[in-house]
């Protein structure tokens, strides 16, 4: 997998763009630049050279379904599937992050705490009003950690590295502080408390 992979989400934005703008796509490239830099501690990966994320997500947000396995790529067919010790990483950035993010049915109903992780991540979502056209701020891009904030109400984190917008100084809109709003293995999320 190459740093730079304009050139599938080029061929994706042309897809859409066919269409007149009216169709979205699923975005694989998010998904296979989102289980590689998981899968070999390079979430460096997690931003492009214009500082967006590396999908399709990062050209055409509003038009990107992100998604981190579906009937293909997981489950039975198991084609290309995302590694199952990062699946919680991998909601993380997506239900945090801009485009419309799709849930695995399988990976709802899955042992091992992923249910209660993207029912929390979700909820975090809804409640912040975030949408596919969403503004991310990449914070950090390094080896053992990803962290960004995501339209000045949440920031989140998603690696082994050590991470907060507090210990960031990254100002809370209104002079409030950031807040834990949910965490699982190697990732985190913040909101603005009250």
């Known amino acids: 997998l190459n740093y730079n992979e304009d050139g599938h989400r080029q061929r994706t934005v042309n897809w859409v763009d066919a269409t007149g ?19 070999r501690n390079e979430l460096w990966r997690l931003v492009d050279a214009q500082g967006r994320p590396p999908g399709f997500v990062g050209m055409w947000p509003s038009r990107a379904i992100t998604f981190i396995d579906n009937h293909d790529t997981g489950s039975t067919l198991n084609h290309w599937p995302f590694p199952n010790n990062h699946l919680q990483e991998g909601y993380a950035y997506i239900l945090t992050h801009p485009g419309t993010p799709c849930v695995f049915y399988d990976h709802l109903y899955q042992e091992g705490g992923m249910r ?3 029912l929390d991540l979700l909820a975090v979502r809804k409640r912040h009003g975030l949408d596919c056209r969403a503004k991310v701020q990449v914070r950090k891009a390094a080896a053992d950690v990803y962290a960004a904030t995501i339209n000045d109400k949440i920031a989140v984190k998603i690696g082994r590295g050590d ?15 950031w807040v834990r709003a949910c965490n699982g293995k190697d990732w985190a999320c913040w909101e ?3």
């Not at 796509?25 to 899968?39: S, V």
Request: charged share 20%; proline share 5%.
């Open 163 to 177: 991470w907060s917008p507090n210990s960031a100084r990254i100002d809370a809109p209104g002079g409030k502080q």
């Open 21 to 39: 703008g009216t169709n979205a796509a699923f975005d694989f490239t998010t998904k296979g630049i989102l289980q590689e830099a998981l899968g």
């Open 116 to 118: 209660e992780c993207i």
């Open 192 to 194: 603005i408390g009250n």
